[in-house]
């Protein structure tokens, strides 16, 4: 009996003692110890003791995701980050009066506490893990968050989670803001922090200790003016709350199946994740500072950073170095200076500059009710005033917003900002002399046409010469001799070629120190010419991603104009998708692998490169394999770099495949990052089923396989679609989804279809697809594979077959 009772009385103490991990919440008498945890109750977060990796003896409380494997926690919140732990023998974390938490040891010494934010003890204070990974203390009887005794969310670490806030109180004083841990396994606060800024007008911006390092430009209504691919998507909102009270940036995921996180490292590089649920693993979906022109200041005061340059700053239009001999050798630090100085009484002038990010907001001046003549007008009336903007660029634009002393941190970019720089009047000139300059130049017409005349036959005589030597100018990429390609590729010997295009072949070379690589060969009668070929190295040449193919140099010598690329020993998509033998290789979870690569791989393009691409040529020969079948998107190129967000451009020459380009650019000519989209959705489909789109024939119909898929699609029947090499797979509910995410990609409105990154979070997730539309297909005729062929046409040749009326 005494036994039994002395059993019950352990158990007793054991239950009191300690918390259960199915509870989320920590009361008076239930103390959290380690081993124990307490689970948010949707199953999302963890709070407990941990310690990050295995070259450390401290202990933390934290809180991380629950689905992440030990020991590689992702960590979103620490406690006592600056007072780690010897060993955790005897700590417990337990709710004391009057209403807050306490870190204790054995010997009931206190490492770290909450302060409650209310002055009056509460009757039954608990601590709960809420499933926004929010840690609060609260009354158990009172769950009103303006009513919370503590919250964590108030004290962030390195992690910003959905829901959370940046910013400043401007009646408390108390600021939010990120702090990176030292290092990996040290959380403690290291030297990047990330704020929101409301000095000034508010703007994000990163600190190495007190020196800026990264900005994201000012808010103007929409996202911040440096973030131009932060734009309205499906997936989370974002939000500025400014107001005399207030400076308070925060995001909202608008579908709660979506796992996303931003944090600041330790190397400080904010980097925003998705959580891929089927690899179980995260995923980088943007990063800042991405590229030299995000580094705070690059160019300094009015000078102009563009990635797409070299070298990469220059001066703003009627400004020059301030230090031309430091400047020549690439220190810029110095910045630039008015080409003519500033007479603020003999008035001065703006000139407008677009396509920018603005600058640094630190000392500036805004009104939310201005017009931008007003601006104009107030800021040529203080001699201070050195550039004026609008506030707000939603509705054609509000506000007014001024900037006093240097302008720094200006770079330009697709989908910048306008903005009004004070200039001296004498650079403006005056109406007066332009009307002279029409009549001169009037009367000069005559002349000129007679010496235009005279000048033809030489210009014609010399295009050759010049455009070579312009090209070579152009290019900012190693040039390699005629005589080092011919012998890398054995003389462009037949054993060595890898395969034929429409603008020439690709051989397989070594060159010296044994480097194997691809050698495309433009054909002297290629329809590819200098211009293509200058868009191809200038555009891929800029671009880094472990999904596009890298130009390693190219080599023009006489009528020869050669790309040389790293060699992809497995070659090409097709080569394995579309031969009933090979496509064996690939099982679906490489395809899988390659579908996901190809949409990263897009993504960058269309949203976090230096430059806007759309590739307009997505295809499955143009998709290249490494050793480990990772996938690489080449062939720029007929590529385009377009301004803006979403609208690409008109073209009268429309060039690309068969089966591949969209509805609104094969017919119109209008392309955009959308009509990619579709060519993805395309490429998808041929991925899953082993067909081609172009060429496809059933017995039972005439329609492509596009047609073919709604046609399942509608009927419940998609899972026909698939490969028979993949008919024994296990992953019939992803091939399923796969097929649902490409017929939304292939909608015939380029509006229905979801940009890249919604694309590459639809395949990391589970969320729920949107029911698709009916794509736009074609009624084919039979033709042999053979005939199959990359064409380049004008518009007013495209015959298009009567569409399916269905």
């Given at each position: 009996?005494?036994?039994?009772?002395?059993?019950?009385q352990i158990l007793l103490c054991g239950f009191l003692c300690s918390i259960s991990s199915a509870k989320d919440t920590i009361t008076v008498s239930d103390f959290l110890i380690d081993g124990k945890i307490i689970i948010s109750s949707d199953g999302s977060f963890e709070l407990g003791f941990f310690s990050p990796g295995s070259f450390t003896n401290n202990w933390y409380v934290g809180i991380w995701y629950k689905h992440d494997d030990v020991p590689d926690k992702s960590v979103v919140w620490v406690a006592n980050r600056e007072t780690p732990l010897n060993n955790t023998s005897g700590v417990m974390l337990k709710i004391v009066d009057p209403g807050r938490l306490d870190l204790v040891t054995s010997a009931n010494t206190s490492i770290w506490s909450t302060n409650s934010s209310r002055p009056l003890a509460v009757k039954n204070p608990i601590a709960q893990l809420l499933n926004s990974g929010n840690l609060i203390v609260r009354d158990a009887n009172d769950s009103k968050p303006e009513n919370f005794l503590w919250q964590s969310f108030d004290y962030p670490t390195d992690t910003l989670l959905p829901g959370m806030k940046l910013g400043k109180n401007f009646v408390t004083g108390q600021e939010l803001y990120l702090s990176s841990w030292k290092n990996e396994y040290d959380p403690a606060p290291g030297e990047y922090t990330y704020h929101c800024d409301p000095t000034g007008y508010p703007q994000n911006v990163m600190r190495k200790g007190k020196v800026k390092v990264f900005s994201t430009g000012p808010w103007n209504g929409l996202r911040w003016s440096g973030v131009p691919g932060l734009t309205k998507n499906t997936i989370y909102t974002f939000k500025l709350d400014f107001d005399e009270k207030k400076a308070?940036?925060?995001?909202?995921?608008?579908?709660?199946?979506?796992?996303?996180?931003?944090?600041?490292?330790?190397?400080?590089?904010?980097?925003?994740?998705?959580?891929?649920?089927?690899?179980?693993?995260?995923?980088?979906?943007?990063?800042?500072?991405?590229?030299?022109?995000?580094?705070?200041?690059?160019?300094?005061?009015?000078?102009?950073?563009?990635?797409?340059l070299s070298p990469v700053c220059r001066c703003l239009d009627k400004f020059v170095p301030k230090d031309p001999k430091n400047w020549v050798v690439s220190k810029w630090s110095g910045g630039c200076v008015r080409r003519r100085p500033l007479n603020c009484q003999n008035a001065d002038g703006f000139l407008k500059y677009s396509g920018i990010k603005l600058p640094d907001t630190q000392y500036s001046w805004f009104d939310v009710s201005m017009s931008l003549q007003q601006c104009e007008k107030v800021c040529l009336n203080n001699c201070s005033c050195m550039a004026y903007s609008n506030l707000d660029i939603r509705n054609g634009g509000r506000g007014c917003l001024l900037w006093y002393g240097d302008l720094i941190d200006i770079r330009e970019l697709p989908g910048g900002q306008d903005i009004y720089i004070r200039i001296a009047n004498s650079e403006l000139g005056s109406?007066?002399?332009?009307?002279?300059?029409?009549?001169?130049?009037?009367?000069?017409?005559?002349?000129?046409?007679?010496?235009?005349?005279?000048?033809?036959?030489?210009?014609?005589?010399?295009?050759?010469?010049?455009?070579?030597?312009?090209?070579?100018?152009?290019?900012?990429?190693?040039?390699?001799?005629?005589?080092t390609i011919t012998k890398a590729a054995s003389n462009f010997s037949d054993k060595?070629?890898?395969?034929?295009?429409?603008?020439?072949?690709?051989?397989?070379?070594?060159?010296?120190?044994?480097?194997?690589?691809?050698?495309?060969?433009?054909?002297?009668?290629?329809?590819?010419?200098?211009?293509?070929?200058?868009?191809?190295?200038?555009?891929?040449?800029?671009?880094?991603?472990?999904?596009?193919v890298k130009l390693i140099g190219c080599c023009i010598e006489g009528e020869e104009k050669i790309l040389v690329y790293?060699?992809?020993?497995?070659?090409?998509?097709?080569?394995?998708?579309?031969?009933?033998?090979?496509?064996?290789?690939?099982?679906?979870?490489?395809?899988?692998?390659?579908?996901?690569?190809?949409?990263?791989?897009?993504?960058?393009?269309?949203?976090?490169?230096?430059?806007?691409?759309?590739?307009?040529?997505?295809?499955?020969?143009?998709?290249?394999?490494?050793a480990d079948m990772n996938p690489k998107i080449s062939d720029f190129g007929i590529a385009r770099s377009v301004i803006g967000n979403k609208t690409g451009a008109n073209t009268h020459h429309v060039v690309g495949t068969h089966g591949y380009m969209s509805p609104e650019y094969l017919i119109h000519g209008v392309f955009s990052i959308k009509s990619?989209?579709?060519?993805?959705?395309?490429?998808?489909?041929?991925?899953?089923?082993?067909?081609?789109?172009?060429?496809?024939?059933?017995?039972?119909?005439?329609?492509?396989?596009?047609?073919?898929?709604?046609?399942?699609y509608k009927e419940g029947r998609?899972?026909?679609?698939?490969?028979?090499?993949?008919?024994?797979?296990?992953?019939?509910?992803?091939?399923?989804?796969?097929?649902?995410?490409?017929?939304?990609?292939?909608?015939?409105?380029?509006?229905?279809?979801?940009?890249?990154?919604?694309?590459?979070?639809?395949?990391?997730?589970?969320?729920?697809?949107?029911?698709?539309?009916?794509?736009?297909?074609?009624?084919?005729?039979?033709?042999?594979?053979?005939e199959y062929s990359t064409s380049m046409y004008s518009i007013n040749e495209i015959t298009v077959t009567q569409l399916d009326p269905r």
């Open positions: 009996m005494e036994s039994f009772l002395l059993m019950l308070i940036y925060s995001y909202t995921l608008m579908d709660n199946s979506v796992v996303s996180k931003l944090t600041l490292n330790s190397h400080g590089m904010l980097k925003r994740w998705t959580w891929d649920e089927k690899r179980q693993e995260w995923h980088v979906y943007l990063a800042s500072p991405a590229d030299a022109c995000e580094n705070y200041g690059t160019c300094g005061s009015y000078g102009s950073c563009n990635i797409i109406k007066k002399k332009t009307k002279v300059l029409v009549l001169s130049l009037s009367l000069l017409s005559g002349v000129s046409v007679i010496g235009l005349i005279i000048g033809l036959y030489i210009l014609i005589k010399s295009k050759k010469k010049k455009r070579k030597m312009t090209l070579k100018d152009d290019l900012e990429l190693p040039l390699f001799s005629l005589s060595n070629m890898l395969g034929e295009g429409g603008f020439g072949s690709v051989y397989k070379g070594i060159l010296e120190g044994r480097q194997e690589v691809a050698i495309k060969r433009l054909s002297k009668s290629s329809s590819q010419g200098v211009n293509e070929f200058k868009n191809e190295v200038n555009c891929i040449a800029k671009l880094q991603h472990r999904n596009l790293e060699y992809m020993p497995n070659r090409s998509l097709d080569f394995f998708i579309f031969d009933e033998n090979r496509s064996s290789i690939l099982d679906w979870p490489k395809r899988f692998n390659v579908i996901n690569g190809i949409a990263r791989g897009l993504l960058y393009l269309h949203h976090d490169s230096r430059l806007r691409i759309i590739h307009r040529d997505l295809k499955a020969s143009n998709i290249l394999l490494d990619d989209v579709f060519s993805f959705g395309v490429l998808v489909l041929e991925i899953i089923s082993g067909r081609r789109n172009r060429g496809f024939f059933h017995e039972s119909h005439s329609i492509n396989l596009l047609g073919h898929v709604w046609k399942l998609p899972l026909e679609l698939i490969d028979v090499q993949l008919t024994d797979s296990c992953y019939f509910t992803e091939l399923q989804r796969l097929i649902h995410v490409a017929l939304l990609c292939v909608q015939h409105s380029p509006e229905d279809r979801p940009d890249m990154s919604e694309v590459v979070v639809m395949l990391a997730n589970d969320a729920i697809l949107p029911e698709a539309k009916e794509p736009c297909f074609f009624t084919e005729s039979k033709f042999p594979d053979s």
